[in-house]
């Protein structure tokens, strides 16, 4: 009933649901043929965790983005889920229009969590770097210009390109470009590792 009423809510709102699947198995065996862009997960399944899911799918040759729906707002889930590589995390009890922009922004490759998740994540990333010790010197941070710093400073905090736009006065297009050109300086390929590297840096502080 409730993956019946999340299908008929994204396609109320004009989003192509491509498939659904009441196990892991059925969506692992699905997913190569239907190929959506994403996938959103529950936890709990008959035959396997949303997390074994979520790496399932994330080992496809063509793999979806993530969004986990999930009842359990717990630590150790949400932890476990992001680990696996989900962009987002959502409990249940978050609203329609709060799932609809999920799915927009996590299949935009925006990393999306319920509010008061973003920041355990956020330690959990600072207490595995600092645990990390390197074998040898890392090699200088490619320059990014005060701009671009300025608005991977904002990604890492999750606010959306709109957001971003409307707080540096800048245009949507504007910041669109700026995170690009930090893609491509940094060598990295989605919001999810842009965070986890400004996060690494101490960036996402506020100055």
């Known amino acids: 009933m409730w993956r019946d009423a999340v299908a008929r809510d994204l396609e109320e709102a004009g989003l192509d649901v491509v498939a659904t699947a009441g196990d892991g198995a059925k969506a692992l065996r699905i997913a190569p043929a239907v ?5 959103v997960v529950d936890l709990n399944l008959p035959d396997m965790s949303g997390v074994e899911l979520t790496a399932g799918l994330l080992a496809l040759d063509a793999p979806p983005r993530v969004l986990v729906l999930s009842a359990s707002g717990a630590g150790d889930d949400v932890l476990a889920a992001v680990k696996a590589g989900a962009t987002g995390y959502l409990v249940k009890s978050a609203s329609r229009d709060e799932l609809l922009e999920a799915v927009r922004r996590v299949d935009a490759g925006e990393a999306v969590y319920t509010p008061g998740l973003a920041g355990l994540v956020l330690g959990e990333y600072r207490r595995l770097s600092a645990a990390e010790v390197p ?10 210009t005060p701009r ?8 890492a905090k999750g606010l959306a390109y709109k957001q971003i736009a409307r707080r540096l006065e800048i245009s949507h297009r504007t910041v669109q470009n700026h995170v690009q050109n930090t893609f491509t300086k940094l060598q990295l390929h989605n919001r999810v590792e842009l965070a986890r590297y400004a996060m690494e840096r101490g960036l996402e502080e506020d100055r």
């Open 35 to 39: 190929r959506p862009s994403l996938a």
């Open 135 to 144: 074998a040898e010197p890392e090699p200088a941070a490619p320059e990014l």
């Open 148 to 155: 671009e710093t300025e608005v991977l400073r904002l990604v």
